[in-house]
Nanobody, 125 residues
Framework: QVQLVESGGGLVQAGGSLRLSCAAS????????MGWFRQAPGKEREFVAA????????YYTDSVKGRFTISRDNAKNTVYLQMNRLKPEDAANYLC??????????????????WGQGTQVTVSS
């Protein structure tokens, strides 16, 4: 059992930056690959980024490559998403998820079993 709590969302101008955090308030993320997803109103949830259990391998959807960075601190039971050069199309509710395995392949193209409630990101043009 794990409870994930996201934070760090807010309103930012296009071109600005935000850093999202996802902390496990109950349970651990240490042995699991983690992912960030997002869902905008009226759109399907989409994958954003994934990271292996040790943080050595990351994977991104094409639209955020070079702008977003996923990282983790297992000692703090937290995963992060640094978002730079934000665009209006990045606006969404961002959710973190814990996979059932340790590899990014346990995140990408799958539906992880454990999710947070999300944090809202709004980007003004």
């Amino acid at each position: 059992q794990v409870q994930l709590v996201e934070s760090g969302g807010g309103l930012v101008q296009a071109g600005g930056s935000l850093r999202l955090s996802c902390a496990a308030s109950v349970g651990t993320i240490s042995n699991y690959a983690m992912g960030w997803f997002r869902q905008a109103p009226g759109k399907e949830r989409e994958f954003v980024a994934a990271i292996t259990w040790g943080g050595g391998v990351t994977y991104y959807t094409d639209s955020v490559k070079g702008r977003f960075t996923i990282s983790r601190d297992n000692a703090k039971n937290t995963v992060y998403l640094q978002m730079n050069r934000l665009k209006p199309e990045d606006a969404a509710n961002y959710l973190c998820a814990r996979s059932s395995g340790s590899s990014t392949t346990d995140v990408v193209g799958r539906i992880p079993p454990d999710w947070g409630q999300g944090t809202q990101v709004t980007v003004s043009s």
